[in-house]
């Protein structure tokens, strides 16, 4: 019966193996190089800090939080963050609202420059910016995100940073390193768009056609080898 199953089994075996040949490639190619960049490098946390340690207390903070979160509905959380020498409290409810510390009043929106000292303050490498630029709505590396400034450094990874544009705090950082790991899991998931649908059709059918094709691999290691000819000399007696 197997013997039966052998000669089709070749046939689908070499047709899927043209067909897979580049993905399967990909898949192995992508395999090798996310699993040789580390994920810390991939984040960047060698290019920038997350987070700023603040230089204020809690005495700081002078604003009357009850005035503040009055006027909001279904408050959820308050934090006390800053931005360079501004005490700044967060509150968070149907909307996020940045207040002065001191003032209470709403914080206004910083101007580039202070954007600019912003991202120095984060960035650990030693190159200078080399543009910035706002966007309503960030681009997909970041998840298009609402009210962002993207501030791009001049070092070779091409660091980028991404701040809130209402309150300067640092979104997530962006390198070349990053765009490199990104390319790669894009041909691994085959989502050539977004590039985070881990479940498209595309890579369930190609997934499918892969399993027949190693399926019918397997089949053909039951061929028995052929046998080698002998040539039989005759001698003369």
Same mark, same amino acid.
């Given at each position: 019966?197997?013997?039966?199953?052998?000669?089709?089994?070749?046939?689908?075996?070499?047709?899927?193996?043209?067909?897979?040949?580049?993905?399967?490639?990909?898949?192995?190619?992508?395999?090798?190089?996310?699993?040789?960049?580390?994920?810390?490098?991939?984040?960047?946390?060698?290019?920038?800090?997350?987070?700023?340690? !603040?230089?204020?207390?809690?005495?700081?903070?002078?604003?009357?939080?009850?005035?503040?979160?009055?006027?909001?509905?279904?408050?959820? !959380?308050?934090?006390?963050?800053?931005?360079?020498?501004?005490?700044?409290?967060?509150?968070?409810?149907?909307?996020?609202?940045?207040?002065?510390?001191?003032?209470?009043? &709403?914080?206004?929106?910083?101007?580039?420059?202070?954007?600019?000292?912003?991202?120095?303050?984060?960035?650990?490498?030693?190159?200078?910016?080399?543009?910035?630029?706002?966007?309503? !709505?960030?681009?997909?590396?970041?998840?298009?995100?609402?009210?962002?400034?993207? &501030?791009?450094?001049?070092?070779?990874?091409?660091?980028?940073?991404?701040?809130?544009?209402? !309150?300067?705090?640092?979104?997530?950082?962006?390198?070349?390193?990053?765009?490199?790991?990104?390319?790669?899991?894009?041909?691994?998931?085959?989502?050539?768009?977004?590039?985070?649908?881990?479940?498209?059709?595309?890579?369930?059918?190609?997934?499918?056609?892969?399993?027949?094709?190693?399926?019918?691999?397997?089949?053909?290691?039951?061929?028995?080898?052929?046998?080698?000819?002998?040539?039989?000399?005759?001698?003369?007696?």
């Amino acid at each position: 019966m197997i013997k039966n199953l052998l000669k089709p089994a070749r046939k689908i075996h070499k047709w899927l193996g043209y067909l897979l040949a580049l993905q399967i490639f990909a898949w192995l190619l992508g395999g090798l190089v996310m699993s040789a960049i580390p994920l810390e490098k991939v984040h960047g946390k060698h290019l920038a800090k997350r987070h700023i340690d !603040s230089p204020f207390s809690r005495q700081h903070y002078t604003a009357d939080l009850n005035l503040l979160t009055n006027t909001m509905s279904q408050l959820t !959380s308050v934090s006390f963050i800053h931005f360079l020498d501004t005490p700044v409290i967060k509150a968070i409810g149907q909307q996020t609202h940045w207040f002065d510390g001191i003032s209470g009043k &709403v914080l206004a929106q910083p101007i580039e420059q202070d954007i600019h000292k912003q991202a120095y303050l984060h960035y650990l490498g030693e190159g200078k910016i080399a543009s910035s630029h706002y966007f309503a !709505s960030g681009p997909r590396e970041i998840g298009y995100k609402k009210h962002v400034w993207q &501030v791009t450094f001049n070092d070779w990874q091409n660091t980028t940073i991404y701040l809130n544009a209402h !309150s300067g705090e640092i979104i997530t950082i962006r390198s070349n390193i990053w765009r490199i790991f990104d390319f790669f899991w894009m041909l691994h998931i085959m989502d050539y768009d977004e590039r985070d649908d881990f479940n498209n059709p595309l890579l369930i059918s190609f997934a499918t056609v892969s399993v027949l094709f190693c399926l019918t691999g397997m089949l053909l290691l039951f061929q028995s080898r052929p046998r080698r000819k002998r040539n039989i000399r005759k001698t003369s007696s």
